[in-house]
């Protein structure tokens, strides 16, 4: 089955930690909303038309891909079983809402998953390209490229004065969402945060957590991405995008050498506490884990410590997630039960990267 290698606790090229900025900048997203012109949107359509769009969209990129040195998986979401999309959720390669379709949705991943074209979710497709750091640009290029081959094959919804027409108002012309995930400890322990939140958002940009709208920032990490998509030329919104997230970063690097010159037994302290729990703990809960994560990367940031690899953290923090849990267990688990296995996880895996976590298991 197409989908089982994406399944398996393996990273994503964008988990890499390469890239610019990438100690603050942990991963570039850029979105492509659009839509066919001879269908009704989704949440309009039927079951026959959803189909009929799922084969006019996965048939260009199967037959042409290659065009553009891609390989891509065609996956029918409601194939998988409930764990299997969970855990495609937890990679960021497709979203929530496509799960909960009530039409006929897939997926086309690309094989080192830096592409992902959600099929029949708001809209009849959504084109995301993920690069680890920051890459807006890149991110970009890759989602316009791939988005001319399609638009040179299909008929999209398009109006001269208004743009890319789309299921929401609000994704209308450029249909482009870029986001940025920012690693940002030192603003949120002095509290600078919360003035910045509300003066981005002024700015039209958006705040939101790690797996987008309603989710919370676990483990200081957020997510900054563009709010209008029309009025502005993709290259306006990149540029502003690019220009505020320049800006935070500077801010985070203030922040890190302030608490650094002022506290650094403290921020010591907490450091290697957080690496100790990672390393011993029988049982982990995710905010705890997601908590501790966060200050153990920004003591390798720091070159406090020097024996952690940053990608293995950009793993587990997806794989410390409940899907990717159950599935590292292999059977179901009760909420203890995976705070049970997070904690195993985390011993073997930075076990492997050379730290000695002594002890035995009682369970």
């Not at 997926?107 to 998953?113: I, P, Q």
């Not at 220009?243 to 985070?252: L, R």
């Not at 290697?272 to 990672?278: A, D, E, I, K, N």
Request: proline residues 3%; negative net charge; charged residues 25%.
């Amino acid at each position: 089955m197409a989908v089982e290698r994406f399944l398996q606790p393996h990273a994503s090229s964008w988990m890499a930690n390469d890239g610019k900025n990438v100690d603050i900048a942990m991963s570039t997203r850029v979105r492509l909303a659009r839509n066919l012109n001879n269908f009704k949107f989704p949440y309009a359509f039927t079951e026959d038309e959803a189909l009929k769009v799922d084969k006019e969209i996965s048939s260009v990129l199967l037959d042409k891909g290659n065009e553009l040195d891609y390989t891509f998986s065609h996956i029918s979401i409601e194939e998988l079983a409930e764990l299997q999309k969970e855990i495609l959720v937890e990679k960021h390669l497709i979203s929530p809402y496509l799960i909960n379709s009530h039409h006929s949705g897939s997926v086309l991943l690309s094989d080192n998953e830096e592409l992902s074209i959600m099929v029949n979710e708001e809209d009849h497709l959504r084109i995301q390209s993920l690069q680890s750091g920051f890459q807006l640009q890149q991110a970009y290029k890759i989602a316009n490229e791939l988005d001319s081959l399609l638009e040179k094959n299909l008929s999209y919804a398009f109006h001269e004065k208004h743009g890319y027409l789309t299921s929401c108002p609000t994704n209308v012309g450029t249909g482009m969402r870029a986001s940025v995930m920012l690693h940002l400890p030192a603003l949120t322990m002095s509290h600078q945060i919360q003035r910045i939140i509300p003066a981005i958002s002024r700015l039209g940009m958006v705040v939101r957590g790690i797996y987008g709208e309603g989710s919370e920032a676990l483990g200081n990490v957020y997510q900054i991405s563009n709010q209008l998509t029309l009025g502005k030329s993709e290259y306006e919104i990149l540029q502003d995008l690019e220009n505020m997230t320049e800006q935070i970063i500077q801010q985070e690097r203030k922040a890190r050498e302030a608490i650094a010159l002022n506290s650094p037994v403290v921020l010591e302290d907490r450091i290697y506490r957080s690496l100790g729990v990672l390393t011993h703990s029988r049982l982990l809960t995710t905010e705890e884990a997601a908590t501790c994560l966060s200050d153990v990367r920004l003591g390798i940031d720091l070159k406090m410590i020097q024996d952690v690899d940053m990608s293995i953290l950009n793993e587990l923090m997806i794989f410390m997630q409940p899907a990717f849990l159950q599935q590292y267990a292999d059977k179901p688990l009760q909420p203890k039960e995976r705070d049970f296995a997070r904690a195993k996880l985390f011993r073997e895996r930075l076990n492997k990267n050379g730290i000695n976590s002594e002890g035995e298991d009682l369970a």
